[in-house]
């Protein structure tokens, strides 16, 4: 540790207090998930569900592409309903109207202002109360409300068929015809709707908030946010003032003025190393990148257009063969693959320059392998996806093979095996390399002991996600998927990227290695403290209790803390390639570093900060806020920074390469215009809109085929085309970039000293 000490103290201590703190409120989510009930029967002793038939009906939503098919407790796609919402203010109505007509002999809309008040204060009384028993595991209904339900479900049981009454409706929320063809399974899923509801709705024994904490907004039944949603809001934004403040202060008072910056060496120290078999063997893991890239670009855009016309494309109809729910999957799926494709093939890049600029033994081998592993997981998945959706394959087979129907982590369990096998090789293939640099006597190797735990972590945290199965409670695979998607992406892809590029930084010579370590372990510490237990925010509303709220909420806010600086960050990028005549040959690979600092800190800090305080996400969650926030942060930042890693190493496997300024010009500038477009005059317009919509009358009418098909909502979506238009040609000028730097000139690289290993500290 020498002169680091403190900094690795810090950073080991946070990481104890925050995985603690994940730790033992994730042990609070399994006690206190909502229960399932064994049975849930009328007064009459009529069973309408059991735990298995609800937990059937789980697996039938998965089959359907669950979360890309509309949402549930408000995770998931925004063009069909929040299916939660949508059953329980449907339910509440068809109460209502059952009530009154056994009352008054009338529906409820022909009955005065007086009886209306009544009979709702008694189905608010009716819907709160928890008829729960532990003792027993059932849960009773009134016959009433059994009525209710079943008018519900029949409404639900037409949608995903193909009757045609619904057509309009179906095309509105952009499913496809007979979307789930099993009337038995179209049964069990609307006891999975409605439990979901019940939970919404059903006050927590011992409290007077229900098990979603008063999620959704909905005023027929008083569901509105509570009081420790207030204070913890509150609470979220003194944290986050409270952390700027003294980052602020640290940053002018204790960060080294006097530091000299070191000078740069008259050529390329990279240039200068020759190229080993496995860098050279990365040109394909380059070409997967931009192949996939394109292909999740163009799905974004039809995908987009799905939200204009429901079932067809410019009057095609492809919904039967590529529906919405599919054409979301791969959009999503191919941006998590080509991304973290770029981040390995970065590590595989520096393995051999850690290593002396040589390959252990086999490395080439490691690397084919690799890559035709992960061809193998990305088309064994994609076609998986379209059996599961298609309802082509087994129901029993959905989950390992098909599709597992949560958002982000939606293939199929056996290639989600492929997957983390494949990472875990990489580890190894990276192990191989670090090991016996860090064996070697003598020199600074702190910041490459900080990379290779972010490795570490990279290779073994994706492992999460076989925490749950396929019929796991909500609240606990929701847990497990937040691991995932939040703390292994947003956590340590996030350090890996910040130690990467001060590793390559510093063996260029540009940055001193003793600011570049200073700089990572500080970035690190500051990106889990706020990070690792910031992953409660996802999980405010999803069946947990008030001491998850709080931690979420307070934690979540420090995650902006460090990207205040990011300005600085990115003005630090930029000035490096004015440091050296040579560095104009890396001029690209900088730009799309600065832009990831700009996106960070839109992306991940405004838009994020935008819905993280839970009195924001109550009535935000599951709006176009969510994608304002997801695509300025997923690709604002890690797919610039992925693009930023393709741009670099290829710069280096093909020596001779020269930028096309033109095309460069063009990709840079579109991608960013394309998406401050998508932004700006689509997403965030209709965000807004569905915002005070939630707030003044609740989610279901947000999320509603009444709210978005009226015209200016329409009109905002075909608007989103131009950013879409712009941002296509940007991926394709850099995609172009790429294959042509590939497969031109290969000449070979410049043969010279081993200067990594001469000038390694």
């Not at 849960?139 to 409300?145: D, H, I």
């Not at 390469?657 to 394309?674: E, H, P, T, Y």
């Amino acid at each position: 540790m020498g002169k680091y000490r403190n900094l690795w103290f810090t950073l080991i201590g946070v990481l104890i207090v925050t995985f603690s703190l994940l730790g033992y409120y994730g042990a609070e989510v399994y006690r206190t998930a909502p229960p399932i009930p064994e049975k849930i029967t009328t007064a009459g002793g009529e069973v309408l569900f059991t735990h298995e038939s609800i937990l059937d009906g789980q697996t039938a939503w998965q089959s359907v592409g669950g979360m890309q098919l509309g949402s549930i407790w408000g995770h998931g796609a925004y063009q069909a309903p929040d299916w939660t919402a949508d059953w329980l203010h449907r339910e509440l109505l068809n109460w209502l109207d059952v009530v009154a007509e056994r009352k008054h002999g009338k529906p409820f809309a022909d009955l005065d202002a007086a009886a209306q008040a009544v009979l709702r204060d008694r189905m608010k009384t009716e819907y709160r109360t928890n008829t729960y028993h532990p003792e027993t595991g059932e849960a009773t209904v009134s016959t009433e409300r059994a009525d209710a339900i079943a008018r519900t479900a029949l409404y639900y049981d037409q949608l995903f068929s193909d009757a045609p009454a619904l057509h309009t409706t179906r095309e509105h929320f952009a499913m496809k015809e007979n979307t789930l063809p099993s009337a038995e399974r179209r049964t069990q899923m609307m006891g999975f709707f409605f439990w979901t509801a019940w939970a919404a709705a059903t006050e927590r024994p011992g409290t007077t908030a229900t098990y979603t904490n008063n999620w959704p907004h909905e005023p027929l039944v008083g569901n509105k946010p509570t009081a420790e949603n207030m204070v913890w809001s509150v609470m979220s934004v003194v944290v986050m003032m409270a952390g700027v403040g003294f980052l602020v202060w640290a940053w002018a008072f204790l960060r080294k003025h006097d530091e000299v910056e070191p000078t740069p060496p008259q050529h390329d120290p990279l240039s200068r190393v020759p190229l080993t078999p496995s860098q050279r063997a990365l040109g394909k893991y380059l070409f997967l990148i931009v192949a996939l890239f394109c292909f999740q670009v163009l799905l974004g855009g039809f995908t987009a257009h799905y939200t204009v016309e429901g079932q067809q494309f410019y009057g095609i109809n492809v919904s039967q063969w590529f529906p919405y729910s599919l054409v979301r999957t791969w959009h999503i799926q191919s941006a998590l693959f080509w991304i973290a494709t770029g981040f390995l093939a970065a590590g595989l890049f520096l393995a051999p320059l850690i290593n002396g600029g040589k390959d252990p033994a086999h490395q080439k081998l490691g690397v084919d392998i690799l890559f035709w592993a992960l061809v193998v997981v990305v088309v064994g998945s994609f076609v998986g996806n379209y059996l599961a959706i298609a309802q082509i394959m087994p129901p029993e087979w959905n989950f390992w093979l098909g599709h597992q129907g949560y958002e982000y982590v939606d293939l199929g369990r056996l290639w989600q095996i492929g997957k983390f096998t494949g990472i875990a090789f990489w580890l190894v293939l990276m192990l191989r390399g670090i090991v016996p640099a860090l064996r070697t006597p003598g020199g600074d190797k702190n910041l490459l002991a900080l990379l290779t735990a972010s490795v570490i972590a990279i290779g073994l945290f994706y492992g999460a996600g076989f925490f749950y199965g396929e019929r796991t409670h909500l609240s606990v695979m929701e847990y497990w998927r937040w691991w995932v998607v939040h703390l292994w992406v947003e956590g340590f892809f996030e350090v890996f990227a910040t130690t990467a590029l001060a590793f390559i930084f510093s063996t260029l010579g540009l940055v001193s290695y003793r600011m570049a370590t200073a700089a990572s372990l500080a970035s690190a510490s500051l990106f889990m403290l706020g990070g690792v237990p910031g992953t409660f925010h996802h999980l405010y509303f999803a069946g947990t209790t008030t001491p998850v709220m709080a931690v979420g909420a307070a934690f979540s806010a420090l995650e902006v803390v460090p990207l205040v600086v990011l300005g600085h960050e990115a003005w630090e990028h930029w000035r490096l390639q004015h440091r050296a005549p040579w560095m104009a040959n890396l001029r690209w690979p900088l730009m799309f570093f600065v832009a990831v600092a700009f996106w960070n800190m839109l992306g991940a800090g405004v838009f994020g900060f935008m819905i993280n305080p839970p009195i924001s996400l109550y009535y935000v969650q599951g709006l176009n806020t969510t994608p304002v926030h997801a695509h300025a942060a997923l690709f604002g930042v890690y797919g610039f920074l992925a693009l930023g890693f393709t741009l670099l190493v290829l710069r280096y496997i093909r020596p001779q390469l020269v930028f096309s300024q033109r095309l460069m010009k063009v990709g840079f500038w579109s991608l960013n215009a394309g998406l401050v477009l998508m932004i700006a005059t689509s997403l965030l317009p209709i965000a807004l809109f569905q915002f005070h919509a939630s707030v003044s009358e609740g989610l279901w009418y947000a999320r509603s085929e009444a709210f978005m098909q009226q015209p200016f909502i329409v009109t905002l979506r075909w608007v989103r085309t131009v950013g879409d238009v712009v941002f296509i040609v940007g991926a394709l000028s850099v995609a172009w970039q790429v294959v042509s730097g590939l497969f031109g000139s290969r000449a070979p690289a410049t043969p010279g000293a081993n200067y990594l290993a001469s000038a390694r500290p």
